[in-house]
């Protein structure tokens, strides 16, 4: 189950904020949510919900013991941490390391449980924040659960630390006001999945389908450039969602994305996409590395780490191993020399040209990100600069996809890329007033058009799953 199904939005969601708000009491609604979760969770995987419970269990029972005070406590963490580790890395990384060992019979054994890539990062966060202050360790194992698992963030985050998020499983309040803007926020991720993910979806896999050889020069950056917008929208919508689920049962989760595409250098769209898993990294891996506290090298090896670890979190395979690096070579180069990558204070003409090289750098990233093997990625990051026209098949293959809607929604998701909706928004609120009731019934009436779209896109569409649900 989706957020973008019928059975999702129109029986699971309206059944569990009903039940929600029946069930008397912090505790009991919390018992069910944890209920709905691990129901939501067994739609899309239930031979894997004994990993998640697995999981769950085992940091739970380590929690317990980083409570206690003694010098075994390092003891406790490396071994909480190690389990948790060994579980993502016998289901995500086992293929991949018996591929290289040469031995393929054995490595499609275990099938990728759904956000195993999430709840153990999650998992990992309470054990660690549990043993720098002991009083984080939580003795109940139902709110363990419940953070590990509430399902609007359990199959793509964002992600929460958990001692950002422990006081909401006890202290959260719900209003009418937050129900609204949760419901808001929901409609706009699944505008951006249906509409613009889906419809710049359709052209990058047509670019992707076809051999690299029979693509071209001016196919392989229409593929590119589509797939840039397929997973932000696709990502961010998710992240939207999550956000507006959240708001429905009084949680409050962190932003995830901040029109990452206007970003001028590499650093700075690391800051403003995936937000979350950014400063996990920064909390649970750089720091602990030294972060920037040991000179100027080891800052640099530090941040390399960490993007080749952010590279290995996405996937089980060299493409997302080089996208990693790729990242992490640029992070690197800009910080040796800083002054030629920053732009406050440059020229217009300084700033576009340090914008561009940023969309270069992270478009041919994504085209490797997005590539079925290195050899597929090379060649099609190569045709972007080959001059090279495509066959008349493979061309006729994608332009028939190059509807006039699809094309309008291809240009609205350039547009929405920047921060266009922000600026309108700050627009009506000068014109009608801040806290105006028209400006709310507005935002209600837009949301309620939304929903329209929505479902008779859902009515007309296939099922696409989100990206990050792989992860």
Same mark, same amino acid.
């Given at each position: 189950m989706v957020f973008n199904s019928a059975s999702f939005l129109f029986m699971f969601l309206p059944a569990a904020l009903i039940l929600y708000r029946i069930v008397p009491g912090r505790e009991a609604k919390n018992i069910l949510l944890c209920l709905l979760s691990l129901l939501f969770y067994a739609f899309g995987g239930l031979a894997q919900l004994p990993v998640l419970l697995a999981a769950a269990v085992w940091s739970w029972c380590f929690g317990l013991l980083l409570a206690r005070p003694g010098k075994g406590r390092r003891l406790w963490l490396a071994l909480g941490v190690a389990g948790d580790l060994a579980l993502l890395c016998a289901f995500k990384y086992l293929a991949f390391f018996l591929d290289i060992l040469h031995l393929p019979a054995l490595s499609s054994a275990l099938p990728l449980p759904l956000g195993i890539s999430f709840f153990t990062f999650h998992a990992i966060s309470y054990l660690v924040d549990s043993y720098r202050d002991a009083s984080l360790a939580e003795k109940r194992p139902d709110r363990l659960l419940l953070y590990l698992a509430f399902f609007p963030r359990l199959i793509a985050g964002p992600i929460i630390k958990w001692k950002d998020g422990r006081d909401q499983l006890t202290q959260r309040q719900e209003s009418l006001t937050d129900t609204t803007a949760g419901l808001r926020r929901f409609v706009r991720g699944l505008l951006k999945k249906l509409l613009l993910a889906e419809s710049a979806a359709a052209v990058a896999n047509a670019v992707y389908a076809l051999e690299p050889g029979a693509v071209g020069t001016g196919l392989a950056w229409l593929g590119g450039v @589509?797939? @840039?917008?397929? #997973?932000?929208?696709? =990502?961010? %919508?998710?992240?939207? !969602?999550?956000i507006g689920l959240g708001l429905l049962f009084g949680f409050r989760f962190p932003e995830n994305f901040d029109h990452p595409y206007v970003s001028g250098s590499v650093s700075e769209f690391w800051r403003r996409w995936h937000i979350s898993l950014n400063r996990w990294f920064v909390d649970y891996l750089y720091i602990p590395l030294g972060g920037s506290r040991r000179g100027k090298w080891l800052t640099l090896r530090n941040r390399l780490i960490v993007f080749l670890a952010t590279g290995i979190w996405h996937g089980a395979g060299w493409t997302f191993i080089l996208w990693g690096l790729w990242n992490g070579l640029f992070v690197v180069l800009e910080g040796l020399f800083p002054a030629v990558f920053k732009a406050e204070g440059k020229s217009p003409v300084r700033k576009i040209l340090l914008h561009v090289y940023a969309l270069? +750098? /992270?478009?041919?990233? =994504? !085209? !490797? =990100?997005?590539? %079925?093997? +290195?050899? &597929? %990625?090379?060649?099609? #990051? %190569? &045709?972007? /600069? @080959?001059f090279n026209a495509a066959p008349v098949a493979g061309l006729a293959s994608v332009m028939t996809l190059l509807t006039p809607a699809r094309c309008f929604f291809l240009l609205l998701g350039v547009l929405f890329a920047m921060p266009v909706a922000p600026r309108l928004r700050r627009a009506a609120a000068a014109r009608l007033g801040e806290d105006s009731p028209a400006l709310e019934g507005l935002a209600d009436a837009l949301a309620l058009l939304g929903l329209v779209v929505c479902v008779l896109a859902m009515a007309g569409g296939a099922y696409s799953p989100f990206i990050y649900q792989q992860f």
């Amino acid at each position: 189950m989706v957020f973008n199904s019928a059975s999702f939005l129109f029986m699971f969601l309206p059944a569990a904020l009903i039940l929600y708000r029946i069930v008397p009491g912090r505790e009991a609604k919390n018992i069910l949510l944890c209920l709905l979760s691990l129901l939501f969770y067994a739609f899309g995987g239930l031979a894997q919900l004994p990993v998640l419970l697995a999981a769950a269990v085992w940091s739970w029972c380590f929690g317990l013991l980083l409570a206690r005070p003694g010098k075994g406590r390092r003891l406790w963490l490396a071994l909480g941490v190690a389990g948790d580790l060994a579980l993502l890395c016998a289901f995500k990384y086992l293929a991949f390391f018996l591929d290289i060992l040469h031995l393929p019979a054995l490595s499609s054994a275990l099938p990728l449980p759904l956000g195993i890539s999430f709840f153990t990062f999650h998992a990992i966060s309470y054990l660690v924040d549990s043993y720098r202050d002991a009083s984080l360790a939580e003795k109940r194992p139902d709110r363990l659960l419940l953070y590990l698992a509430f399902f609007p963030r359990l199959i793509a985050g964002p992600i929460i630390k958990w001692k950002d998020g422990r006081d909401q499983l006890t202290q959260r309040q719900e209003s009418l006001t937050d129900t609204t803007a949760g419901l808001r926020r929901f409609v706009r991720g699944l505008l951006k999945k249906l509409l613009l993910a889906e419809s710049a979806a359709a052209v990058a896999n047509a670019v992707y389908a076809l051999e690299p050889g029979a693509v071209g020069t001016g196919l392989a950056w229409l593929g590119g450039v @589509c797939y @840039c917008l397929q #997973i932000y929208y696709d =990502f961010s %919508g998710y992240s939207d !969602m999550a956000i507006g689920l959240g708001l429905l049962f009084g949680f409050r989760f962190p932003e995830n994305f901040d029109h990452p595409y206007v970003s001028g250098s590499v650093s700075e769209f690391w800051r403003r996409w995936h937000i979350s898993l950014n400063r996990w990294f920064v909390d649970y891996l750089y720091i602990p590395l030294g972060g920037s506290r040991r000179g100027k090298w080891l800052t640099l090896r530090n941040r390399l780490i960490v993007f080749l670890a952010t590279g290995i979190w996405h996937g089980a395979g060299w493409t997302f191993i080089l996208w990693g690096l790729w990242n992490g070579l640029f992070v690197v180069l800009e910080g040796l020399f800083p002054a030629v990558f920053k732009a406050e204070g440059k020229s217009p003409v300084r700033k576009i040209l340090l914008h561009v090289y940023a969309l270069l +750098v /992270f478009l041919t990233g =994504f !085209m !490797m =990100f997005r590539a %079925g093997s +290195v050899s &597929q %990625g090379l060649l099609l #990051i %190569g &045709q972007l /600069f @080959c001059f090279n026209a495509a066959p008349v098949a493979g061309l006729a293959s994608v332009m028939t996809l190059l509807t006039p809607a699809r094309c309008f929604f291809l240009l609205l998701g350039v547009l929405f890329a920047m921060p266009v909706a922000p600026r309108l928004r700050r627009a009506a609120a000068a014109r009608l007033g801040e806290d105006s009731p028209a400006l709310e019934g507005l935002a209600d009436a837009l949301a309620l058009l939304g929903l329209v779209v929505c479902v008779l896109a859902m009515a007309g569409g296939a099922y696409s799953p989100f990206i990050y649900q792989q992860f």
